[in-house]
């Protein structure tokens, strides 16, 4: 039988025919189904220069099938490549077929497969096989920009436009577009993905606009028969990139989303399979295996979201899906962001990384901006690469905010490093200014089912928990970590949120040198009915790993707790030491407090000599350490260098009192150490004294020369008698610390000399 329809339930019986009566005899009555068409899906294309390979995959739904692809200058096609045969079987089967050499221009092609049952034909593509040179193109059409990217090495454009994509642009070669002198947008109309980069293909954008582009995992499947539950996992909102490169420069991508598909439920009642909300990775830029460069860019609102978790007879809940990178996800190859400003990116829901999720052999960051963005790990950035180096860099009011409530885990998720977190390999930050981030605890009574714990805030502004971590000539200021608060009452005493180092968090290798920590804040979180979490760390908390503290000043920081319950009590105004090791060298402790006193330490550490602490609470054991002695420091304020620093009175007993043998060359400004008759005693180097010397030209004019420290103020004063000295100038140093004065000579015996104030 041929012709049936496909999918149809046929019946069927014998009989048998007696000539001679006309009697008929029926057999039993028999069912068939016909089997289903092929499911098919067409590919993207690889280009090689001018021979491509078209992809495509197939399902021959339980009959064997050939396959054939067309190809052409239209839809029309008119070409075919040989047929192949994929063999009865209800899986999937990726095909393929080599067409070339072509000619340059912009080319159609489908994959096609027939059964016995019928033919279907899967959805049309684009391929161009392109010239090597660059075309200049002056139409917003996007017909016109596809054609002239497709078939071309290099667009240029000539006029302001605004490009709505409605599908996306595939790259598998090298692509350069140069808007350069003009307002380009390209749009993906909050519907689709813009660009997908592939194996080997490169791609550089210059002075684009990359906005709202968007990437969908598709649903689970809402069935008790079927076992489809978990949603599709959502990849790149605007650029995904697999084993190729992509370099921007001067861009900026905005409003870019990436979503994880809803998990099914299962509508019978019975407990099926656990189903799972699909991951969200990467709000804007998803790189696997790639080389990755951002030069001069700017990142704003970009943004990923998880899926719904599935829901079983109506009771239980299952995990929605976790977010990694609101702005940017890069895994493996390597990952360079110059000059670059991240804001208002998040990552909502449990995962990380509210600007950058980064796990890449190589992450370079520097130069760059992070500011306003979130997720519950790593406000701006998550790093779990082999090797990071982030310098001069600021991040400003990012946060971690813990994730609510779900059942199907039974917990909060804490909030970790409200601006960085760093869970694996080595990262190196230098000359980093951190100011008002914060880890936030979930509250209890957040989410579906709510629970009687809360969870806790961890590293205001940076969490480390695995690794190693070397962080120099940063400063850290007025960042918070706050345990979550209860606030629905439950008649049963459940968990409290803790907040845990105000600006710090330590559980893993670290060394800390030319830092200042000044003014930041744990906060436990508040029980209505049974207290309140612990304040622990207001500078930094040490749980566990070792740290090693050299050259720092930690001062005016504070642990707090909001109940005055024993179990309540906060501890370590200016850093918590409990099951980790701490050695600490050359650094400040100074006026850190919990809610009731002072006490700049808590917990036991090794003292290295050098230090100074405002009270008893260290115990330095060295001789040369002081206990209870004011260090002298004036306010936080700008003496030069790139970051602020808490400077040292005239008459500090930090000054010259460090271990010199041990010092680094310079302080967190990037001034020499030492500056005068020895080092000084944590991260702010004072000035020494001005070395000075007098020359005498043939015109007859003394030349008083001195060198001391930028920007410091001075006076040149004389004398004729030491009874007294008279200022003749009085003015600051210039940056390059060269002071000079020009004198007339004349028959009287005078003395000179320059003060530094």
Not at 128 to 142: F, K, P
Not at 268 to 276: H, T
Not at 360 to 389: C, E, L
Request: glycine fraction near 14%; include cysteine; aromatic fraction near 8%.
């Amino acid at each position: 039988m041929t012709n049936l329809a496909p999918v149809v339930l046929y019946h069927f019986r014998a009989y048998s025919y007696k000539v001679q009566t006309g009697e008929r005899v029926y057999g039993a009555d028999r069912t068939f189904t016909t089997l289903r068409i092929p499911t098919v899906a067409t590919g993207p294309a690889n280009v090689v220069s001018n021979t491509v390979t078209l992809n495509a995959t197939v399902n021959p739904n339980g009959a064997a099938a050939s396959v054939q692809f067309e190809w052409g200058l239209t839809t029309a096609y008119g070409n075919l490549t040989p047929v192949q045969i994929v063999p009865t079987g209800t899986n999937l089967v990726a095909v393929s077929g080599t067409i070339g050499p072509l000619a340059p221009n912009l080319y159609h092609f489908r994959i096609v497969a027939t059964t016995a049952t019928g033919s279907t034909a899967g959805a049309d593509q684009l391929f161009g096989v392109q010239n090597d040179t660059e075309i200049v193109l002056n139409s917003c059409a996007e017909e016109d920009f596809r054609f002239a990217f497709l078939t071309n090495r290099t667009v240029r454009f000539t006029s302001d436009c605004v490009i709505n994509l409605t599908s996306p642009l595939i790259v598998a070669s090298e692509k350069i577009l140069d808007a350069t002198g003009h307002s380009v947008v390209l749009s993906g109309g909050n519907s689709n993905r813009i660009f997908e980069v592939q194996s080997n293909g490169s791609l550089s954008l210059i002075h684009l606009t990359i906005s709202n582009g968007l990437k969908r995992g598709s649903n689970g499947i809402r069935s008790a028969l079927s076992s489809d539950y978990n949603g599709e996992s959502g990849s790149g909102g605007a650029v995904t990139v697999a084993s190729g490169s992509l370099a921007a420069f001067a861009c900026v991508f905005a409003d870019n989303a990436v979503t994880g598909g809803h998990a099914g439920t299962n509508d019978a009642g019975g407990f099926g399979p656990l189903s799972g909300g699909g991951s969200a990775s990467g709000g804007a830029i998803y790189a696997n295996a790639s080389s990755i460069t951002f030069s001069n860019c700017v990142f704003d609102g970009n943004y990923g979201v998880g899926g719904n978790g599935g829901v079983i007879a109506s009771s239980h809940f299952n995990p929605p899906g976790n977010v990694f990178g609101g702005a940017i996800f890069a895994e493996g190859g390597e990952l360079l962001l110059l000059g670059c400003s991240f804001t208002n990116n998040r990552a909502s829901g449990r995962g990380g990384g509210g600007a950058v999720w980064c796990q890449t052999t190589n992450f370079q960051v520097r130069d760059s901006r992070f500011m306003k963005n979130t997720a519950q790990t790593g406000g701006a950035i998550r790093d779990q690469s082999a090797y990071s180096h982030i310098s001069n860099c600021s991040f400003t009011a990012n946060a971690a905010v813990g994730a609510p409530y779900n059942r199907a885990t039974a917990s909060l998720a804490p909030g970790y490093g409200g601006a960085y977190f760093h869970s694996a390999g080595t990262s190196v930050m230098s000359v980093c200014f951190f100011a008002f981030n914060s880890a936030i605890g979930a509250e209890a009574g957040q989410g579906a089912f709510t629970s009687r714990w809360a969870s806790s805030g961890f590293g205001g502004a940076v969490a480390h928990l695995a690794g190693n971590l070397v962080l120099t000539r940063s400063l850290l200021v007025s960042n918070s970590a706050k345990g979550g608060d209860h606030i629905i009452f439950v008649p049963t005493v459940g968990a409290l949120g803790n907040g845990s180092g105000g600006a710090i968090y330590i559980a893993a290798n670290s060394a800390i040198t030319n830092c200042t920590l000044s003014a930041n804040r744990a906060i436990g979180g508040l029980y209505m009915s049974f207290g309140a979490g612990q304040g622990i760390g207001g500078g930094l908390s040490v749980e566990s790993g070792t740290a090693a503290i050299h050259f720092c000043t930690i001062a005016e920081n504070s642990a707090e707790s909001r109940a005055d319950n024993i179990a309540s009590i906060p501890h370590g105004g200016g850093m918590s030491q409990s099951n980790g090791a701490t050695a600490i060298a050359n650094s400040i402790f100074s006026q850190n407090k919990t809610n009731t006193a002072f006490e700049n330490v808590n917990g036991a550490v090794a003292d290295l000599g050098h230090n100074i602490s405002s009270d008893p609470t260290p115990g330095w054991t060295s001789g040369t350490s002081l206990n209870n002695t004011d260090p002298l420091l004036l306010p936080l304020a700008n003496n030069g260098g790139s970051t602020p620093t808490r400077a040292l009175n005239i008459g500090s007993p930090a000054l010259n009192n460090a271990d010199c043998a041990s010092a680094p060359p310079t302080d967190q400004r990037g001034f020499s150490r030492p500056n005068g008759l020895g080092c000084d005693i944590g991260a702010y180097e004072g000035p020494g004294v001005p070395a000075a010397f007098i020359t005498r030209e043939n015109s007859g004019t003394n030349v008083i020369r001195a060198v001391s420290e930028p920007g410091r103020s001075y006076r040149l004063e004389q004398t004729t008698s030491f009874n007294g000295w008279t200022a003749l100038a009085t003015n600051n140093v210039p940056q390059n610390g060269f002071i000079e004065f020009r004198v007339l000579a004349d028959q009287s015996t005078r003395f000179f000399r320059v003060v530094a104030d």
